[in-house]
Every structure is written in structure tokens, then in C-alpha cells.
């Protein structure tokens, strides 16, 4: 996802699509800003409604969200403390750690 929102802006220059595989970001869904951006996988607030409806399934109405301080890590979380709220599930703590926590 980090480079596809770049490679997508300047390919809509001329005009030419982006097909990716594995850029999730929720930003990239944004067809006003990606016009030429497509992708073949969910994006990630695809990825957490289904995340919190299994949650929500498992009669699990609280959770806690444990995720990496980098783009993906912290778009993820923030996707999912919006949906949570959304589908009646507590988030009780959200952590974020980086590659050098031990």
C-alpha cells in the first residue's frame, strides 16, 4: 500500500490503470483522490467488518487490538476502533509496539 497510493497518482497523469495484489489500504478506496487505482484484494475496513462480525458471532463483545506502529499497523487499528463502535463492540485497550519491542 505504501507505494501504490504514489504509483497510482502519477499514472492517473496519463491516464493509465493500477491493477495491485496486495494493497489494502482503506485510502486507496478513495475514487476521487485513486481514479485509476484498482485492486484484487479487500481493503482493510473490508477486512475488519468481517474481523468484528465473527467477533460479534462468538458472542465476543469485547476486545483488544495489539498492532505495529507502521502505516499498515496503525491504519488497521484505526479502522477498527471506528467499525467497533458501529457493531456494539467494546474495544477495551489498543497497543501499539514496534519491530524493536522486546
Known amino acids: 500500500s505504501a507505494s ?3 504509483v497510482s497518482l502519477m499514472s492517473a497523469i496519463e491516464k493509465i490503470p493500477v491493477m495491485a495484489f ?3 489500504a482503506a485510502e486507496l478506496s478513495q ?3 485513486y481514479k485509476w487505482f484498482n485492486r484484487v484484494t479487500p481493503s482493510d ?3 475488519v467488518h468481517a474481523i468484528l462480525t465473527a467477533c ?3 458472542n465476543w463483545d469485547t ?3 495489539l498492532y505495529q506502529d507502521d502505516l499498515w499497523g496503525s491504519g488497521i487499528a484505526e479502522a477498527v476502533l471506528e467499525a467497533a463502535g458501529k457493531l456494539n463492540v ?3 485497550t489498543a497497543q501499539k509496539f514496534t519491530h524493536t519491542d522486546a
Do not use: C, M, R
Open 56 to 58: 460479534k458471532q462468538l
Open 31 to 33: 475514487n476521487s483522490v
Open 63 to 65: 476486545v483488544s487490538v
Open 4 to 6: 501504490a497510493g504514489p
Open 45 to 47: 475496513s473490508q477486512l
Open 90 to 92: 467494546n474495544v477495551a
Open 22 to 24: 496486495a494493497s489494502t
